[in-house]
């Protein structure tokens, strides 16, 4: 039987699995739409699953399919015995070249996810036609030896809440519109030692943030209009010759999740124009 969600207006299939992306470790994957030109969605964490960014981001489907895959030791993808960021990008490289062997993709990423974007594209611009930023945090990148550490191998998950505010457009009895500050929560699940630990310390080793000068494609950068600590949207529009950045009012971290269809509206302008 088909599982389908209504989500504004909008009818998707359920989130069954498709299949594994082949390759030591498997990353489990789900591609929506059929269209030519693909999309990766890079989840945050690092180390938790992709699901929380739908079905929110099934909207930027209007002129590309939407490949999701969960990262190395997330989800329903194996686990592996390193989780350096090398690694990462090389599995990126791997699911790109299994949905799109001779054509370049979009990449888009929420948090970690950002920085993954970021470095791939820094790694193999050859592979990207442009990139979206959504909930960028921190460049960790000191160009500095990682030094391997031991972690348990034991699977440790537990539930990580995320919170933003959205404002919701009501129409009065005298046909006037007001606005009204709602609070959405999202739960998802993160995955704990070596899958976040080592990937977020790993990065040391990966090029100071004055070389993402280098990326001369184009970028998207999203952020919210509320003050977010981690947020460092203005630090990237200070390093990458082709971006532009678009604030989207309320939100903080996951401003995606405040206001889903003018998120999705402007990143699939952004792709119409580049694709």
Same mark, same amino acid.
């Given at each position: ?117 970021? /470095?791939?594209? %820094? &790694?193999?611009? $050859? ?8 909930? +960028? ?44 500050? /709602?609070?959405? %929560? &999202?739960?998802? $699940? ?8 080592? +990937? ?48 989207? &009012? ?26």
């Amino acid at each position: 039987m088909s599982i389908f969600t209504i989500f504004f207006g909008f009818v998707f299939p359920g989130y069954g699995q498709d299949g594994f992306v082949k390759g030591s470790p498997k990353l489990a994957y789900w591609k929506l739409s059929d269209k030519p030109q693909i999309i990766i969605a890079l989840h945050g964490g690092p180390a938790v699953r992709h699901d929380y960014l739908r079905p929110e981001f099934d909207l930027l489907t209007k002129y590309t399919s939407i490949v999701y895959y969960d990262q190395r030791g997330c989800g329903l993808s194996e686990q592996d015995s390193t989780y350096i960021w090398e690694e990462h990008v090389k599995d990126l490289r791997r699911v790109i070249k299994t949905f799109s062997k001779k054509n370049k993709v979009f990449l888009v990423g929420s948090s970690w996810g950002s920085m993954l974007a970021m /470095i791939y594209a %820094y &790694k193999h611009p $050859e592979d990207v036609k442009g990139i979206i930023l959504t909930g +960028t945090v921190k460049w960790e990148g000191y160009n500095k030896p990682y030094r391997k550490r031991t972690y348990s191998r034991r699977v440790l998950s537990h539930k990580q809440i995320l919170k933003e505010t959205g404002i919701l457009i009501r129409q009065n009895v005298d046909k006037s519109l007001s606005e009204e500050t /709602i609070s959405i %929560y &999202k739960e998802t $699940e993160m995955y704990m030692e070596a899958p976040a630990l080592e +990937t977020r310390r790993s990065f040391i080793s990966a090029p100071v943030i004055d070389s993402l000068s280098k990326i001369l494609l184009p970028v998207l950068i999203f952020n919210g209009s509320r003050t977010c600590q981690i947020d460092c949207a203005d630090e990237y529009m200070n390093v990458f010759p082709n971006a532009r950045l678009h604030t989207i &009012k309320g939100a903080c971290h996951d401003p995606w999740m405040s206001d889903p269809n003018l998120f999705a509206e402007i990143c699939n302008r952004f792709i119409f124009k580049y694709k």
